[in-house]
């Protein structure tokens, strides 16, 4: 359910400045966007299987259209439905487990992750929502959906344009060596970074072998300063726990050095760094800026543990969640993304991939 997060956020009020603007031209033309992770982009995939990490419930997706609850783990959009949008494919990404998915839906891409989902298969064992191994399963029986849509030829053209996303990584830290120091007997942190890592690596050559060609991979953002990790181990102080976010930084110092290291060795791919760690730290650290009042504390409820289950509409929210960086006490708010957005696409260059993805 934490997110490894706030990455590739791109939002509607942005997209036609971007788009027409951004670098002197356009975003590149993908024919389908298609999402892998947790819940930092899982727009919905949980509502389908039995697990109790769900937020199909109110007061989430308040500021939403029709301010319903989707299974976003939000106050509204997530990255998925933002970027899609800026790309003009669609103005939300479906999750792949909804029902009756249309076939113009399945053409220009779905989404596969799942809120508490990680690169560890023990990250899922207590929770039984979609590890990122099973995500993969998912994703060859969607391409046999393709195949029977589009026929195999157009398929294989669509997966190999289609932009992926991949966002996990911070669950595997909270529910296996910070809260629930299983893997901490096993592995000293840097050990278990590395085999993180490896797992990524193999789930990155995996997409590759499925046709998967252009690839944006999540860091981690600055775990300690999660309002639920400030509550589970500086409730009084409420700072950010710096032995947390030491660990975030080595980890994606160590994912730039991989991510060019896996693309030389797969010919023809592209893969990039997105950097997530940044931008939260700019907001917390100079919130005014931003326009916000509240950077320890989440909106719903007491802001300090609820989530998921927890945040439920007998639990008060404030007044104006864009005033909050979270929405509850582990995932941001959708003005959050908006400022993020920002951020990437100063430093994220899109539109290299232009001629890469028109190239493959």
Known sequence: MAPSIFVFIFFVQFSIAITNSCFGQSLPNFPAIIIFGDSSVDTGNNNYILTTFKCDHPPY??????????????????????????????????????????????????????????????????????????????????????????????????????????????????????????RRQQFSISDYQDFLLYKLQNFIEGLYNLGCRTMLVSGLPPIGCLPIQMTAHSPLVRECLEEENTDAQVYNAKLVTLLPEIQGALPGSTILYSDSYTPMMNFINDPQRYGFVETGEGCCGTGLMEAGPLCIVRRPTCTDSSQYLFWDSIHPSESAYRYITEFLLNNLQLHSLAHVNNSH
């Open 61 to 182: 997706g308040q500021r939403f259209p029709g301010h319903i609850p989707t299974g976003r783990f939000s106050d509204g959009k997530l990255v998925p439905d933002f970027l899609a949008s800026v790309l003009g494919l669609k103005d939300s990404v479906p999750p792949f487990l909804q029902p009756y998915l249309s076939e113009y839906e399945l053409l220009t891409g779905v989404n596969f992750a799942s809120g508490g989902s990680g690169f560890d298969d023990l990250t899922t064992v207590a929770s039984r929502v979609i590890p990122m191994s099973m995500q993969l399963d998912l994703f060859w029986k969607y391409i046999e959906r393709l195949n029977i849509i589009a026929g195999e030829e157009e398929a294989q053209r669509i997966i190999n344009h289609a932009l992926v996303i991949i966002s996990a990584g911070t669950n595997d830290f909270i529910f296996n060596y910070y809260d629930i120091p299983t």
